[in-house]
């Protein structure tokens, strides 16, 4: 082969090569303009929080976070875009939503409360997980006549997860439920009543479907 040849080759391997390297150094980038915008867009949220721990990342763009003075996230939290979280401060209650450390939220969950919801460590979610402690009204007869947006919110009670536990996705939680330590809730389950831990429930309404422990 000749010298000619023989550089050509070499030239046309440098040049591809430079080409990788710089599509891998704007892809690098990119990526840390993106983790620079999240870190600033998080920071904005959890200057509102009543109080945040470490590493508090939210997928952009976040739906909306309601009453942030009542919500408390502990460490490691991270959820993907279309968060929403909602805390109604009532005539009679004052609202708490109270999260642990390295949870981890899907797409398009949504929080609202006006009582008590406390989410243990190490929850999962899936996407579009749905969780609230009230509703519009008491379903009382005389109510029937009321628009429901009109009709005052109504807590039957709290809403608690245990630490551990893995919520599927399109789940809906209902007031006044707790589900205990290392509980899976199948994907579109609607949950109406305590699981105990150590469960696996799934179904509308959900029932258990297998003891774990």
Known sequence: MDTTSMSHIIYTIGKYIYKVQSISINRKIVGLGRK???????????????????????????????????????????SFPLLRLEAIKTETK??????????????SCQINCI???????????????????????????????????????????????????????????MPDVVIGEGCIIGANSVVTHDIPAFSIAAGCPAKIIKRIK
């Open 94 to 107: 004052t609202p708490q939503i109270i999260i642990g450390d390295n949870v981890s939220m899907g797409y």
């Open 115 to 173: 009582n008590k919801i406390v989410i243990g460590n190490n929850v999962l979610f899936g996407s579009n997980v749905f969780i609230t402690d009230h509703s519009h009204g008491t379903q009382n007869i005389d109510e029937i006549y009321i628009s429901p947006n009109k009709r005052t919110l109504y807590s039957k009670g709290p809403v608690v997860l245990g630490d551990n536990v893995w919520i599927g996705q399109n789940v809906s939680i």
């Open 36 to 78: 620079f915008i999240q870190i600033l867009y998080s920071g904005y949220y959890a200057s509102q929080l009543r109080s945040v721990g470490l590493q508090f990342r939210l997928g952009y763009p976040v739906k909306f976070i309601y009453g942030a003075q009542y919500i408390c996230i502990g460490n490691f939290f991270a």
